[in-house]
């Protein structure tokens, strides 16, 4: 049943969606991060909105002393999964390591406001400078 009713509003949530990661991606530009890149003619639903910074571990503590919530979703590179280590032994993968210890997602929902989304954006911005 509640499935049934997320479906109705499905559609506009991925457009909700989409406009805060197009507000994200404006109020990040110039900075010194690296926001989602999505290609011409594509479309994504944001369930995430994940940034490569140069300090991950640092730009959480800053981000969790000001009250802001984060996450890494993949910390582990696919390659170093057990599933796939013995295939990819050997191999060097370090533009997968680098980027699995740089990335760090920031809170993204299709009802974030601008208030909350300008607070997050300063935050990063005063780590990272």
């Known amino acids: 049943g509640i499935l049934l009713a997320k479906m109705r509003i499905f559609a506009s949530e991925v457009a909700l969606r989409a406009q805060v990661a197009a507000r994200y991606d404006e109020l990040f530009k110039g900075s010194d991060c ?4 999505l290609a011409a003619g594509n479309t994504s639903v944001y369930a995430q ?3 490569l910074v140069k300090d991950r571990d640092g730009l959480i503590k800053h981000l969790n002393a000001n009250n802001i919530p984060t996450a890494v979703h993949y910390p582990i590179p696919l390659h170093k999964q057990p599933i ?8 060097d993968l370090s533009v ?9 997602s920031l809170p993204m ?21």
């Open 34 to 37: 690296v926001t989602p890149y």
């Open 109 to 129: 929902h299709p009802y974030l406001d601008h208030a909350t989304q300008d607070r997050i954006v300063a935050a990063v911005k005063q780590f990272i400078g």
């Open 96 to 104: 997968s390591e680098k980027t699995a210890a740089q990335v760090i």
């Open 49 to 51: 909105y994940t940034l």
């Open 84 to 91: 796939f280590s013995e295939k990819y032994q050997g191999q």
